[in-house]
């Protein structure tokens, strides 16, 4: 009888030691996948970027800074203004003119105030400011210019001395308000759409993914549990 139980207690050690073995967390359980999930995610939720942005000073003195900009399509012109200034679009060959209702105009806004234009063109895009004076003392700038030729800036502001400067008669052409501002609140959206779709996609399969894993490891501890317990159950027949 005793050697039967130091038998039985042999047996019962061993099952508790596989059943302790088998229950705990394997490789590729839902812990794992649990922390793959949130890597995705934090990586999917950080990978939103914005528009291209120009941002141009206007003043203070009779200066546009930077006064030639190169941008894409699609890209904003974004102006900061000094108080008594303004843009307005000419031509390359009637400098300080206004280009007519296709152009662009700001009017004369505040100090600090911004005011932006989409460039829709990669053609060049020749600016100045209307205040009286002001462009024909060589306050302009271009937007995309020529590569080569003899129509640069500098040409321009040279030929703006002997202009007789004028405004466009009404404000069009852009939008006040940072495009950052705009941008952002974009990008924000996007980065939103992003993270709460496709990292919630991405969690989603994750957790699927996790949880098929957790069921399958569940099935194992089980199916292992029951084989421990049969050969007790034999074990102790036989002993019998």
Known sequence: MHSILSSTSLILSVLATATSVFGSPQYGD????????????????????????????????????PDTVTAAMGDWVEFTFGSGHSVAQSTF?????????????????????????????????????????????????????????????????????????????????????????????????????SASGSASATGSSASASSSAAGNSADANVVKNGLLVAGAVAAGVAALL
């Open 30 to 65: 839902s812990a794992a996948s649990s922390a793959s999930a949130t890597a995705t995610g934090s990586s999917s939720a950080s990978s939103s970027s914005a528009s291209g942005v120009h941002s141009v000073q206007v003043g203070p003195g009779l200066t546009f800074t």
């Open 93 to 193: 060959d009637k400098p300080c003119v206004p280009i007519g209702a296709a152009g662009v105009f700001s009017g004369f806004p505040k100090d600090g105030d911004v005011w932006r234009i989409m460039i829709n063109s990669t053609d060049p895009l020749w600016l100045y400011c209307s205040t009286s004076g002001h462009c024909e003392n060589g306050m302009a700038l271009v937007v995309n210019p020529p590569s080569s030729g003899a129509k640069t800036l500098d040409a321009y502001k040279s030929a703006a001395q002997n202009a007789q400067g004028s405004s466009p008669s009404t404000v069009q052409g852009g939008v006040f308000g940072a495009a950052s501002s705009s941008s952002g609140s974009s990008s924000s959206a996007s980065g939103s759409a």
